[in-house]
């Protein structure tokens, strides 16, 4: 059962995504909040997995809100403006429902949270310390950690580079990717591109070559790789 509330500081939209709710198994709706504060304290002592979250509320945005949480449940956005859909993309979100939003729109969103659900808790601890969990354009995709070859950044969107299958694009920055990643094992290395340590088999004038790709090193980021594999370099 997925432990859900929402955060919204609309009355009506609250009473809407409860009873919503109420149409899933799946779905246990906890409480509704219209503010923030109140949400973060009832958060810190009853963990929730999903959150349903407006993003413009007048005491503090709804990004914010989700950024100071210690422990982040999944999360739905839920709002009237679509020009904030990048930034739901940079924090990894489920899904962004554009109100006002059907009961079959909301189906949609919730039955992503449930299938991203049943993958993470299906998996042993060890599995999911090996590999993270991105939301792709049709649902959400596995990727084991030690299959990574490189990342490669692309505007908006990343594209993860796997030995032996296709790369995986998903929308969102080099930042919030960083995030996810044990810093002791991938290294961002120019702008555009983030690495595993183990995979790199050289590193010459500003090169890194990992599985036969050469990989540019940007000049900010030329010492850091120094320190790492001094003194052979």
């Known amino acids: 059962m997925i432990k859900a509330i929402t955060v919204d500081d609309e009355p009506l939209a609250l009473e809407l995504i409860e009873a919503f709710c109420k149409n899933f198994d799946f779905l246990q709706f906890e409480k509704g909040f219209t503010n923030t504060d109140t949400a973060f304290k009832y958060i810190e002592k009853n963990p929730v997995d999903l959150l349903f979250l407006d993003i413009n509320m007048p ?3 709804g990004v ?4 100071s949480l210690p422990h982040k449940p999944m999360l739905i956005f839920t709002t009237s403006y679509s020009e904030y859909a990048l930034e739901s993309y940079e924090l990894n979100a489920v899904d962004y429902l554009l109100k ?6 909301f189906e949609k969103a919730v039955t992503k949270a449930c299938e991203l659900y049943n993958l993470v808790h299906n998996a042993t601890a060890s599995e999911r310390s090996k590999c993270i969990m991105l939301k792709v354009e049709h649902g959400t995709v596995k990727v084991i950690l030690d299959n990574i070859l490189f990342i490669e950044g692309l505007d908006n969107y990343i594209k993860i580079h796997v030995h032996n299958q296709s790369p995986v694009v998903v929308r969102l920055t080099m930042k919030a990717l960083l995030e996810k990643l044990n810093e002791k094992e991938f290294i961002r290395v120019h702008r555009s591109y983030i690495v595993p340590v183990n995979r790199i088999e050289s590193f010459k004038q500003k090169i890194i070559t990992i599985a036969g790709e050469e990989i540019p090193v940007g000049k900010n980021y030329e010492d850091q790789l120094k320190t790492l594999f001094n003194p052979n370099i």
Not at 64 to 67: L, P
Not at 100 to 105: D, I
């Open 59 to 61: 005491a503090e945005s």
């Open 100 to 105: 006002p939003f059907t009961l079959s729109r």
């Open 64 to 67: 914010s809100f989700y950024k």
